[in-house]
């Protein structure tokens, strides 16, 4: 009897701490996410971007506009010339190594003969603005005028601000190219690729908004939020560092969003998502944020198997349609793989 209450006793044990471990309640009380969804501001955002881009006054006050400055600035967008695409790279402050080999390659803005390319680096800062990494960063702002920094704290957790001030800047301050590519600054970029891509995107759309076929009153304004797209569940495991609890994202799935590595946004769409963004609660992971604001905001991420989650094995054939891969680190073999890639036959 001592033996078999001893094994119960443990037995009970272990489940609960698998219980709790794996955060098993919060998968079972989680809410349906097709049924449920109602993340704040819980009212139809269309009719309220509508009145904000048109210069109205909304109906209802922001509620998440995020209290940073612009440390530097760029006369990037100082031009009257219509931009045919700006890159945005969202990078860390000790990572020159990264933006000097982005410089080399897909970084460089007279690459395209004929199109109009501009790139800006975004930053945090650190809590020491005396540091000698601000200090290096100060002279590399000097040489080169192509680093926006802002004054939050640049750790993981805080993505969602790096991303939404980034966009603020652009609508404040360049909101007239006709496309936005944000990328991390471990990505391999093909310009040429996405400039392709994007072209027979807008000739789809124009096409589908010309058709007799299309519905009456669809949106047909060339909406495009494109790059890698997951549909998947939150974490609720303990240990996990993307681990979400109920109260802070009670429901059993995230709406579809496109990995934060690169995407790629249409210039009505960048608007759209920022204006969005104002009436939509604050959320960390900053893929996810987005993710939620567009289906807000009823844009739909598009996935396209030419942007690459994970780092694609490099081979010169295999890469002939890569738009974006994951994971370059290295930064002479990103100069390496982008050279070769970009030789003139």
């Not at 990505?187 to 400039?195: E, F």
Request: glycine share 4%; proline share 3%; net charge positive.
């Amino acid at each position: 009897m001592r033996l078999t209450k001893y094994k119960v006793f443990v037995c009970a044990c272990v489940l609960v701490c698998v219980y709790y471990f794996f955060g098993v309640g919060d998968y079972l009380y989680s809410k349906s996410f097709d049924n449920e969804f109602d993340y704040p501001l819980n009212v139809d955002l269309k009719p309220i971007v509508r009145d904000v881009l048109s210069g109205r006054k909304p109906r209802i006050a922001p509620i998440n506009y995020y209290p940073y400055r612009f440390l530097s600035n760029s006369g990037k967008c100082n031009t009257i010339e219509k931009l045919d695409l700006f890159i945005i790279v969202k990078s860390a402050m000790h990572q020159f190594g990264h933006r000097s080999a982005i410089r080399q390659t897909y970084g460089q803005e007279n690459l395209i003969p004929g199109r109009i390319i501009k790139t800006l680096f975004f930053l945090g800062i650190d809590n020491n603005p005396k540091s000698d990494i601000q200090k290096r960063i100060d002279q590399e702002m000097a040489q080169y005028k192509d680093i926006i920094q802002i004054d939050f704290h640049d750790n993981y957790y805080n993505n969602t601000i790096k991303t939404m001030m980034s966009f603020r800047w652009l609508y404040e301050h360049c909101s007239t190219a006709d496309f936005y590519l944000f990328t991390d600054d471990d990505m391999y970029i093909s310009l040429n690729n996405l400039l392709d891509y994007v072209h027979d995107q807008t000739v789809k759309n124009n096409w589908e908004r010309d058709s007799a076929t299309s519905t009456v009153g669809e949106d047909k304004d060339n909406h495009l939020f494109a790059g890698y797209v997951f549909k998947s569940a939150p974490q609720r495991f303990k240990t996990s560092k993307w681990r979400v609890s109920l109260e802070e994202y009670p429901w059993n799935k995230w709406p579809p969003y496109v990995t934060a590595g690169a995407y790629v946004v249409s210039n009505k769409s960048m608007k759209v998502l920022y204006v969005g963004s104002l009436f939509v609660k604050h959320f960390r992971f900053d893929d996810i944020y987005l993710g939620i604001v567009a289906k807000k905001v009823g844009i739909v991420p598009k996935h396209c198997d030419q942007f690459h989650f994970y780092k694609k094995k490099y081979s010169k054939a295999d890469y002939a349609d890569v738009i974006a891969s994951h994971g370059y680190d290295d930064h002479d073999e990103l100069i390496r793989v982008w050279t070769e890639q970009n030789k003139v036959v």
